[in-house]
């Protein structure tokens, strides 16, 4: 493939969608604002939907040396701490689904494209930030902050949530702010009392709240997840906010004693407020002419089916096919890339949303929810729809 593709952004999508067309031989050049090519402390799963992507580009090996792969997801009520249900993973997703269901850091993640994309001739420019494109018949030229420009074959929005190219492609306002907030730790399993030690994922659901906790790092280390309902001042566009531990802690004084002793035992959390923007409405929400959007940048969602950086990564792999079909010129490969994807994206953005009101229901839908975990157990937790389907 000859075609010259411009990426913005050098997050798990960027680098992913990078990584796919070197693979398929194209010429890549990525641009970063950022000094450097970093992730938050955090974590991310992975489904087998994903897995699979991954094992594709022939990451299988550098996969398995830094994720966790846990053995089942169970999910328990935060209140009063019983099991509700249980997935089984592990073994029974390799079987169902021909690929695991990983857990990793989103560091390990990130870090794991880059060293493979060391081996491409991929150009990664840093501290660059795109400010506008032009698209012309014959290509589309980019514009930095620092004066620069570059002209290739097919841009690639892949600057996030707060996406730059999206603004100037579909000009449609700023992402909503939903009201939950997200307190994110890590912490290695060795600093915790025994007690509070896991190897498989954990969902806890309470009212207006849930917990998610997992192992990553081989399971050396575990990172968990809160979230409430609630508001935080200041610049929500930035990520990484400190977070005040006593806050979350008050949050969670009607929980059972397992959950807050874990909340507890953890010193250090970081808050991001969630904001979202409905789901895909069409293809043109994906890409038009020459450019392309993917990730955050077109599909922001709630991490409640945790397949944001799951969908990206699928963008990625279908974008790079779209373009490397022979005979298609540049506008048709993008056009059938949108038709692929928009509608999975769209789902997954739905299926998200419902998850958050199915969470963290209260009063009776609680009861119901509950009845209904325990009476149809995997049926209610596997999502056949969303792991077995290809890209
Ligand atoms: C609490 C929480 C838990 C989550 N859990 C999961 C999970 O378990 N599984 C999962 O799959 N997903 C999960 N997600 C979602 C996932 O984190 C995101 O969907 C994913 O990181 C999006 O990646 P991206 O590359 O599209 O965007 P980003 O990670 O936001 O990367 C965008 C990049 O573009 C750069 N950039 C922005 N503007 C410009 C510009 N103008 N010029 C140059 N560069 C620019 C930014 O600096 C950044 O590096 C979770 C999210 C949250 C908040």
């Known amino acids: 493939m000859t075609t010259k593709t411009l990426i913005i952004g050098g997050g798990i999508g960027g680098l992913a969608v990078a990584l796919a067309f070197s693979r398929a031989g194209a010429p890549v050049e990525l641009f970063e604002r950022s000094p450097e090519f970093t992730e938050v402390g955090a974590g991310i799963q992975l489904g087998p939907n994903v897995v699979k992507v991954l094992h ?3 990451l299988q090996e550098a996969l398995a040396g830094v994720a966790a792969f846990p053995d089942r997801l169970q999910v328990r009520s935060a209140m009063s701490g019983h099991e509700l249900g249980v997935l089984r993973l592990g073994a029974a997703t390799l079987e169902r689904y021909g690929s695991p269901y990983a857990t990793i850091h989103r560091a390990d993640l990130h870090h794991l494209l880059l060293t493979a994309l060391k081996d491409e ?3 990664l420019t840093v501290n660059s930030s795109v400010e506008r494109f032009v698209q012309q018949d014959t290509g589309v030229t980019l514009f930095t902050a620092d004066g620069h420009e570059a002209q290739g074959d097919v841009l690639v929005g892949a600057d996030g949530l707060w996406s730059q190219v999206r603004q100037q492609l579909l000009n449609d306002g700023a992402p909503r702010a939903t009201g939950h907030l997200a307190y994110r730790a890590m912490v290695p399993q060795s600093s915790l009392p025994a007690r509070l030690q896991s190897h498989q994922i954990t969902v806890w659901l309470g009212p207006q709240l849930h917990v998610v906790q997992y192992p990553v790092r081989g399971g050396e280390w575990l990172n968990v997840v809160a979230i409430v309902h609630g508001r935080t001042e200041g610049d929500m566009a930035h990520w990484d906010h400190s977070a005040n531990p006593a806050k979350l802690r008050s949050a969670m004084t009607a929980t059972c004693a397992p959950l807050q002793d874990l909340i507890q ?5 970081r808050l991001w407020a969630l904001s979202i ?3 895909m409405r069409g293809a043109h929400e994906q890409a038009q002419g020459r450019v392309a959007l993917l990730g955050d940048a077109a599909h922001p969602m709630l991490p409640y089916l945790a397949q944001g950086a799951g969908m990206a990564i699928e963008d990625a792999h279908c974008l790079a096919r779209a373009v490397g079909t022979r005979g298609l010129d540049v506008p048709t490969a993008l056009a059938q890339y949108a038709a692929s994807r928009w509608q999975r994206n769209a789902r997954v953005q739905a299926g998200a949303i419902r998850n958050g009101k199915i ?7 609680s009861w119901g929810r509950d009845a209904a975990m325990k009476l149809l157990g995997e049926r ?8 077995r389907s290809q890209p």
């Open 277 to 279: 923007r409905p789901p």
């Open 380 to 387: 209610l937790l596997d999502n056949p729809w969303l792991y």
């Open 121 to 123: 001739s991929v150009q």
């Open 359 to 365: 969470f963290h229901a209260t009063g009776l839908v």
């Open 56 to 58: 594709d580009w022939g």
């Open 265 to 269: 035992a953890i010193e250090s959390w």
